[in-house]
């Protein structure tokens, strides 16, 4: 399989922009339109423009983890940040917010829900890319059918 | 805040989650598989203990109140329902254990299982609209997946034709959500009840209902939109079916009692005898469809259609009687269809075919296959003491009092030919004697095991239910009394001072 | 407005019904595409179509200024849009893993899990004891 130069040559460029942009469009969707689904889905493209431009072997090692890895962890951030809110006595899934102050006059407002939205990011990346994966590798290996296919 | 009602959403929540990360250890994957299962029906449990003890329970999602945040009640039809899904849970996670090869537990099977009951627990308890259908996708994608696991043709093309339907039935029950959201400005069914007063004889009504009709009959497989199920169910292995079959029907089917008792409660109206004549249609096209099957898993996938006719008919009644005896059908349907194709598994397993007409000699080398194979399909039929007996009885004493003569007609007939069709498997496959080739030995103790176990475990429960039939009995009488007067499912929502 | 979007709401069920009605596999799923965006189109037109300000609470502020956008049909809507994306996403692979086993689209050829079965009675008269 040949592969694009211009392709891989601009994907080179293109992949590290998305990717900063994933983060910051997860942090902006805090308090303002953006958020981890948005991100989730810039970022899950550059994995597909790496997969386009270099085969899905190569995107598999540049992802370093499984699909399958990625959904777990999301699902468990989305579920924790649900049960830290049952944790503080309060009902399941409420927002709890914290006010830091960091030295250097840095305030940070933080909140349960950035757990669930980096979980949120995390799920739709596993999805993107074990789709993309799915259709580019022709699945995993396909169990031969039972005996008696056709009835 | 309660506890009670989130753990049967967390824990196989939690359950999934950890056995995706544990994929790469199958023994301790399997274990948490189990251990997920028993734990949910200890909530699950509990919760209707203290649902049929102390009345309806509810709780509000994230803090915020009813109607502007979610809720979740529990009233005893979805206590009951998720008790009984947690029972046949831990039946199939252990029969999958032997029941269901290497490559499809390593590739998934037990995360989406156990996602799967994720999103049938939530669709029982939630108490919002637009949650239900959060609720059915979460379940729809679990089962797609789990339907093509594998990749074999005849999968694939069985699961062409469910994931179209079902798609196309999410939508229209999106826009029915729309509609009623649109109308009544609220989305929390409670409320809505109280709403959708000022639409009464209104086109607007009319609309709501046949959209609703039409989604959750999809979902539900009720004549004529049953097509997609006879051609899909057969098609996964064993476990995957079993949990289809005791569920997935169920959940359409408990959405159309619960959305028609809240938002339509109108006994005399033409809707009465829409849903009769569907449920006629159901009863007859399922048993008419299973008597000319050949092979045992599509002969089981049209008897799971046959028994949701007898459901929607005492759901058409809406009388207190006819209620109990839907309520109490459902219940014990669950574990029955899991129990049928769990057993239908077996008999392909130890035959080596799926073809009815090569099987034989089942009766003299499985004995235990072959007892626990009578409560489930007796039930069925309707013969007493099993459980389906009781619940065809107060469904017949229901038409009777409602003087829905035709309809009785129907379902005692298609009683009589549904035991035709389970003496026909009976004959056939278990009692004929067995050429030398028809039974083989297969697996080991431990496999024997875990696959006989789970299915005589359900047999017993069953039996218990038939012989011992008050506890649940009593428990669809609760449930059918909130469906006939919603005022205290309205109060546990919204708050007591909301009903004056 | 709101008349001319239940319109085009219309419009678009219309359209995604006859596709789906086609044999074309690829054009169903088409079909069920357009069909999610009139079921979302529909749900917008029903919250009530507002001018002026989005229902974003500005820096400071207790509340949005007034008038304001309904919230909540666009909270619905992004929710359905985030589930179809999934659900469509894997139509689209199922169709394709089946078009990779069949060679063909066309849904008439759709029965590798319902083949026309013989009654096979003579398998049986065979076996069966005399």
């Known amino acids: 399989m040949i592969y694009s130069l211009i392709l891989q040559v601009a994907t080179r460029l293109l992949i590290p922009l998305l990717l900063v942009f994933s983060v910051f469009m997860l942090l902006r969707g805090h308090s303002h339109p953006g958020g981890g689904f948005v991100g989730g889905l810039i970022a899950g493209s550059a994995f597909v423009l790496y997969a386009f431009s270099r085969g899905v072997g190569a995107a598999r090692q540049v992802l370093r983890f499984e699909p399958q890895t990625l959904l777990g962890v999301g699902l468990a951030c989305a579920l924790g940040s649900g049960i830290l809110a049952l944790i503080q006595g309060e009902a399941f899934l409420t927002g709890l917010w914290a006010d830091l102050y960091l030295p250097g006059g840095i305030h940070l407002y933080l909140g349960s829900t950035l757990i669930f939205d980096i979980g949120v990011f995390l799920v739709v990346i596993g999805t993107v890319v074990l789709m993309m994966f799915s259709v580019e590798e022709r699945g995993p290996a396909v169990i031969p059918s039972r005996r008696n296919d056709t009835s | 805040m309660d506890l009670l009602l989130i753990l049967p959403l967390a824990i196989p929540l939690g359950t999934a989650v950890l056995t995706l990360l544990l994929r790469s250890v199958p023994g301790v994957q399997r274990l948490t598989s189990v251990l997920g299962a028993v734990a949910l029906l200890g909530a699950s449990g509990t919760l209707l203990w203290r649902v049929a003890t102390d009345g309806i329970r509810a709780a509000q999602m994230g803090g915020w109140p009813a109607p502007f945040g979610i809720t979740l009640v529990a009233d005893p039809l979805s206590a009951g329902l998720l008790g009984m899904t947690a029972f046949v849970a831990v039946a199939v996670a252990v029969y999958a254990l032997a029941g269901m090869d290497e490559a499809r537990q390593r590739f998934g099977f037990h995360p989406l299982f156990h996602l799967l009951l994720m999103g049938v627990n939530g669709a029982f308890i939630t108490g ?372 004056a | 407005m709101e008349a001319l979007l239940a319109i085009v709401s219309g419009i678009l069920f219309a359209c995604s019904f006859y596709l789906m009605m086609r044999r074309n596999l690829l054009r169903f799923v088409i079909g069920l595409i357009i069909l999610g965006n009139a079921a979302n189109l529909l749900i917008f037109t029903m919250g009530r179509l507002t001018r002026d300000h989005p229902p974003v609470i500005p820096y400071g502020a207790e509340l949005p200024i007034e008038p304001y956008a309904n919230p909540l049909p666009q909270a619905l809507i992004l929710t359905a849009i985030v589930i179809s994306f999934g659900l469509l996403v894997f139509a689209l692979v199922l169709v394709f893993r089946n078009y990779l086993t069949t060679n063909t689209l066309d849904a008439d050829t759709l029965d590798a899990a319902e083949p026309d079965e013989p009654l096979d009675v003579h398998t049986e008269t065979r076996r069966l004891p005399a």
């Open chain 2, 128 to 499: 919002d609209m637009f949650n239900l259908y959060v609720w059915f996708e979460v379940l729809l994608i679990a089962s797609f997946v789990l339907l093509v696991l594998g990749n074999e043709r005849r999968q694939l093309d069985g699961a062409v034709k469910y994931v179209g339907i079902n798609l196309v039935s999410s939508i229209i029950f999106l826009a029915a959500v729309g509609l009623l959201y649109g109308h009544t400005g609220t989305l929390n069914m409670a409320d809505a009840s109280g709403r959708i007063a000022e639409l009464r004889g209104s086109g607007v009504e009319a609309t709501l209902a046949t959209l609703f009709i039409m989604a959750f009959g999809i979902k539900a497989a009720l004549f004529p939109l049953f097509f997609w199920l006879p051609a899909a169910y057969h098609t996964p292995p064993a476990p995957v079916a079993a949990v289809f079959a005791g569920l997935l029907t169920k959940v359409g089917i408990y959405s159309l009692i619960r959305v028609f008792s809240l938002l339509f409660p109108d006994p005399t109206g033409y809707t009465r005898t829409v849903l009769l004549v569907i449920a006629a249609g159901t009863m007859v096209v399922g048993v008419m469809g299973a008597m000319v099957q050949r092979n045992v898993h599509r002969l089981l996938a049209f008897l799971v259609i046959s028994a949701m006719g007898y459901i929607l008919m005492g759901l058409g009644f809406f009388t207190t009687l006819g209620l109990v005896g839907a309520v109490f059908y459902i219940l014990q349907d669950v574990p029955v269809k899991t129990t049928l194709f769990l057993i239908g598994g077996m008999m392909e397993r130890d035959t080596g075919t799926a073809r009815l007409g090569e099987m034989g000699g089942l009766y003299q080398y499985r004995p235990v296959l072959a007892a626990a194979f009578m409560v489930p399909a007796f039930s069925l039929a309707g013969f007493p003491p099993f459980p389906g007996f009781w619940g065809k009885l107060t469904l017949v004493q229901a038409g009777l009092e409602a003087e829905q003569f035709t309809i009785v007609a129907v379902a005692l007939i298609v009683g009589l030919f549904t035991l035709l069709v389970v003496a026909q498997i009976w004959s056939r496959a278990f009692w004929r004697p067995a050429t030398e080739d028809d039974v083989q030995a297969s697996g080991s103790t431990s496999q024997r095991w875990a696959l006989n176990g789970p299915i005589v475990a359900l047999a017993v429960v069953l039996l218990a239910i038939g012989l011992y039939a008050q506890p649940l009995y009593g428990l669809a009488e609760q449930a059918a009394a909130n469906l006939v007067d919603t005022q205290a499912y309205v109060d546990a929502v919204l708050g007591p001072s909301a009903g």
